[in-house]
């Protein structure tokens, strides 16, 4: 039996990982050093080269594990890992894109995507960006052009002779593997659920080997992005628990999110899980073991009250970022960049809510206690 026919599981514990050769030890150990021995005749060598061992920014051997590991569960031909989740987009649209190419993304963009692909590559290299709602299929065919080289759906983009790449990190490949769905690149911020710790960082872009040895060259090699050998160790350790975390992310967010949704001083609550939320059917089509653990909702109050509930939270911690172990919660407020972007309901300002790994009960009587503190029960 090929490791990659073992079920999920069994993957995130075994691929990439052996009894280290040397010293017997049943976890391979952290390789630090950022140069490698060289053959008795290194002048034929290409020293741009991410084959084998010569330097780390080149490629090292945790990363190389990695990148293995990740290539399985996201059912993927190739892996390249770099330092962030950032680095991994960056990493694919300066690889792939060039002047004059047209890009489709949706409404609901991560911020650095929005950044990257509307102001710095549009202003910088000519390339045309089109933003638009990706639940609306007319509206992705209406915007596609001749010259489109990333898109949202993968069918209308292979039609198109398009590539689509999507953002996965929110589902990690626990709960959804776009590959499978027919997706050319699926992009990781490892830094969240797959490492799930919030003690490290790395990206990481899975696809096709064609496109993949590109990105290893250029954003890997020539730009640097090169992810540490001690965080690489590190995501490989947290994606051993990763199917385990996932779940419970999962069904926290899912219990939260219905007690959320009946009570009279929210707004309103955004999560596939919820029969309510207009993606359902399509999550629930696409997504396996759950819809995630990031969910986000309003007040029906004005903006310093919303801010006046974080700070009675007590066990919910407001920091950026999302995949912890620990509950994180964020205020967006009305001045965000990408307002005009959003459904109304979000226009007041709204919370993204990463449910961690406590007891759900807990989480919702902070919520319940933080709200009845702010008046608002």
């Known amino acids: 039996m090929s490791k990659n026919d073992l079920g999920f599981s069994t993957r995130a514990v075994h691929i990439g990982n052996e009894v280290d050769k040397e010293t017997g030890a049943i976890r391979r150990p952290i390789t630090m050093a950022n140069s490698y021995a060289l053959p008795y005749d290194p002048t034929d060598m290409n020293w741009s080269s991410a084959d084998g061992n010569l330097y780390t920014r080149n490629g090292g051997v945790n990363q190389k594990y990695l990148q293995e590991k990740l290539a399985s569960l996201e059912g993927g031909e190739d892996c390249v890992v770099l330092a962030s989740g950032v680095a991994a987009l960056s990493g694919l649209f300066f690889s792939l894109l ?194 995630g653990g990031v969910l986000s909702f309003g007040l029906k109050a004005d903006h310093d009250t919303h801010n006046r509930f974080v700070q009675n939270l007590k066990i919910i911690t407001s920091a950026v970022s999302l995949g912890h172990d620990e509950s994180l919660i964020v205020f967006i407020g009305e001045n965000d960049e990408r307002q005009y972007l959003y459904p109304k309901e979000f226009h007041n300002g709204f919370f993204r809510f990463s449910v961690g790994l406590e007891d759900a009960d807990d989480l919702i009587e902070d919520i319940r206690q933080a709200l009845q503190n702010t008046e608002l029960l």
Not at 105 to 121: C, D, H, K, P, Q
Not at 258 to 273: D, I, M, N, T
Request: charged share 20%; proline share 4%.
């Open 98 to 291: 060039q002047s004059g190419d047209h890009v489709i993304f949706s409404t609901v963009t991560y911020i650095a995507v929005y950044r990257l692909l509307n102001e710095l590559f549009n202003n910088k290299f000519h390339v045309e960006t089109t933003i638009v709602d990706t639940t609306d299929l007319e509206a992705v065919k209406e915007a596609v052009r001749p010259n489109t080289d990333i898109q949202a759906i993968a069918e209308i983009a292979h039609n198109n002779n398009a590539l689509l790449s999507v953002d996965n990190t929110f589902a990690s490949p626990y709960s959804q593997r776009p590959i499978e769905l027919g997706a050319d690149f699926s992009i990781e911020s490892l830094t969240k659920y797959i490492n799930g710790h919030g003690d490290a960082m790395g990206g990481a872009i899975i696809g096709k080997k064609e496109y993949l040895d590109i990105i290893r060259a250029q954003a890997q090699v020539n730009l640097g992005a090169t992810v540490s050998p001690f965080n690489a160790w590190l995501i490989m350790r947290g994606a051993v628990t990763l199917p385990l975390r996932m779940q419970r992310h999962n069904d926290n967010a899912l219990k939260i999110a219905e007690w959320l949704e009946q009570q009279p001083c929210v707004s309103f609550v955004a999560y596939p899980g919820l029969e309510s939320h207009k993606g359902h059917t399509i999550a629930e089509k696409q997504m396996k073991n759950g819809f």
